[in-house]
């Protein structure tokens, strides 16, 4: 079985760590680790994934993690990768992202389970419930006299909002590495937590809990954090026309995330599937292989995209996202039929993904124009006496068609514009 340390560094994962011997430690499981979420959103991204996937991988040997959700430190901001101070969000939208990312881990770790075989141990923790019964006094007595301010002020996250002339860090940001420091003095002290892993941004907090936990228990206690992925452009990963993915379904629904992995250039797939697949890396290797005889087939991607939906929305909306795809791309008769096998569940889902809505007695042009094809009754007559009009994959050229008696199976109707423009009308 291949090492911990080796595994992370074939599949691209590791950047930095603070003792080799760490590698050894959680090779043997039994282990605490935890891994910490911002709660500015009600969602992780595709760019938290990156973390997750390694500490997936730390949970595999057998050790325990601790998800930690920030009540607390989210209640300030992360100065982390930041030019400026995050706005302050009121106790319940707090409360309702921190509720939000823990239904998706849990998500995310049954997904795992079911596709590993393995069960995967794990407890969600928040760390307001850390500091709410804390006063200002207890903190700079329990934490800020342990931190010099000279060992702060060398931290990047820190350092580059002053230096530069434009920019400014508030207090409350200044002292957000306090806090990440006594998160992991306080999970080593009660859960026995001796790893924090997270993103390559969060090194500097990560280090601050190393220090803290050193100077106030006289612990060795370890870091490790995952690379910044870029793909073979050099742009950043996680980003689609400069929007977040993200992992919850009503942001970013699973056919999106699938088509924004078939969109992942050839030369990414290799490094994609290493980072967000549990595939052997020999098997990689020949889907790579396999892909670049034919690229212009897209299979690598097709199995790229699949795995991913499959781990982060489960193995059904993997399958669903992959049927849309193809009858995206499909011909007229595999369309139809699909159609004809689709429950009302598959239906409602090409609807989000592809557009349409819910039948309400119009006529043809009323349709037409409701289901975003054209924008006018004069731009319906234009298309219908072109021939650019199809209903169930069949053309109409009279105005007064009547579609009312074609729907399929009494529920689902099928018009598309041109060659690519498909909207689907349900009832």
């Known amino acids: 079985m291949i090492s911990l340390k080796k595994e992370l560094e074939d599949r691209g994962f590791l950047h930095q760590y603070t003792d080799e011997k760490v590698f050894e430690i ?25 973390a997750l996937q390694m500490a997936i991988k730390f949970m595999l040997k057998g050790n325990k993690c601790f998800l930690l959700v920030g009540g607390a430190t989210s209640t300030i901001g992360n100065p982390s990768g930041k030019d400026s101070e995050r706005p302050i969000l009121g106790k319940e939208i707090l409360q309702a992202n921190q509720k939000g990312i823990a239904s998706q881990f849990d998500k995310l770790v049954k997904n795992v389970e079911n596709i590993t075989g393995k ?15 804390m006063n200002i006094l207890t903190f700079l007595k329990e934490v800020g006299r342990f931190m010099t301010v000279n060992w702060m002020m060398s931290k990047d ?9 434009n920019k400014f860090i508030s207090y409350a940001e200044f002292s957000y590495m306090l806090i990440m420091g006594y998160d992991f003095y306080h999970l080593n002290k009660y859960n026995n937590v001796i790893l924090e892993v997270g993103g390559s941004d969060e090194w500097d907090g990560i280090l601050s809990g190393i220090e803290l936990v050193g100077k106030k228990s006289n612990k060795e206690v370890y870091g490790v954090t995952n690379k910044l992925i870029m793909d073979a452009n050099g742009k950043k990963f996680g980003k689609s026309e400069g929007n977040a993915i993200w992992l919850d379904e009503n942001k970013t629904s699973p056919y999106q995330m699938y088509q924004y992995f078939m969109n992942s250039l050839d030369e990414d797939i290799g490094k994609y599937l290493k980072l967000f697949s549990f595939l052997e890396i020999n ?16 299979e690598g991607q097709k199995i790229l995209a699949y795995k991913v939906v499959e781990i982060i929305h489960g ?24 159609l004809e096998s689709s429950t009302d569940h598959e ?19 009323e349709t037409i124009v409701k289901s975003g094809l ?53 009832k």
């Open 315 to 338: 193995t059904n909306e993997a399958n669903l996202a992959k049927n849309i795809s193809n009858f995206m791309f499909s011909g007229s008769e595999d369309r139809i039929k699909f």
């Open 283 to 298: 098997e990689i290797n020949e889907i790579v292989e396999k892909h670049f005889e034919s690229p212009e087939k897209r």
């Open 157 to 165: 996250i820190v350092k580059k909002r002053i230096t530069d002339p």
């Open 26 to 50: 959680f090779e043997k499981g039994g282990n605490n680790f935890y891994f910490g979420v911002d709660c500015s959103s009600n969602s992780m991204t595709i760019g938290n994934f990156v």
């Open 119 to 133: 069960k995967l141990s794990y407890e969600i923790v928040n760390n307001y419930d850390f500091f709410k019964n």
């Open 374 to 426: 054209a924008k006018s009754s004069s731009e319906v007559r234009q298309a219908i006496k072109s021939g650019a009009i199809s209903i169930n994959e069949e053309r109409i050229s009279d105005f007064n068609h009547d579609f009312s008696q074609s729907f399929i199976n009494n529920k689902v109707l099928l018009i598309r514009k041109g060659k690519k423009n498909l909207k689907i009308i349900y």
């Open 347 to 365: 239906i409602k889902t090409i609807c989000n993904a592809i557009g349409g809505y819910e039948y309400k007695n119009e006529n043809l042009f």
